[in-house]
Nanobody, 126 residues
Framework: QVELVESGGGLVQAGDSLRLSCAASGETVRWRAMGWFRQAPGKEREFVAAISWDGSKTYYADSVSGRVTISRDNDENNVFLQMNALKPEDTAVYYC???????????????????WGQGTQVTVSS
């Protein structure tokens, strides 16, 4: 069993930065890829970023590429999402998730994740 707890969300202005954190407890997430997804009101959950089990590979959605950096600390069982130059369209609940695999392009899909956090709200005002 894995518990994922996100933190770091909040209300910011366009152009600001936020760093989201995901703390994992229970089973280690060291040997699995991890991902961040987001869901805005009335929309489907969408991929934001993912990172391979060892941090050597990262994957980003086109909508955030260049503005977002995903990282992980396997010793502390944490995953981070640094978001810069935030836009109003980034407003959503952000979820951390553990993948069923170690790496690969399949990390862009919700179906490749087995544990999810409760989410943290990010609101960007214009």
């Amino acid at each position: 069993q894995v518990e994922l707890v996100e933190s770091g969300g909040g209300l910011v202005q366009a152009g600001d930065s936020l760093r989201l954190s995901c703390a994992a407890s229970g089973e280690t997430v060291r040997w699995r890829a991890m991902g961040w997804f987001r869901q805005a009101p009335g929309k489907e959950r969408e991929f934001v970023a993912a990172i391979s089990w060892d941090g050597s590979k990262t994957y980003y959605a086109d909508s955030v590429s260049g503005r977002v950096t995903i990282s992980r600390d396997n010793d502390e069982n944490n995953v981070f999402l640094q978001m810069n130059a935030l836009k109003p369209e980034d407003t959503a609940v952000y979820y951390c998730a553990r993948s069923t695999s170690m790496s690969g392009p399949g990390l862009r899909f919700v179906s490749n994740y087995d544990y999810w956090g409760q989410g943290t709200q990010v609101t960007v005002s214009s």
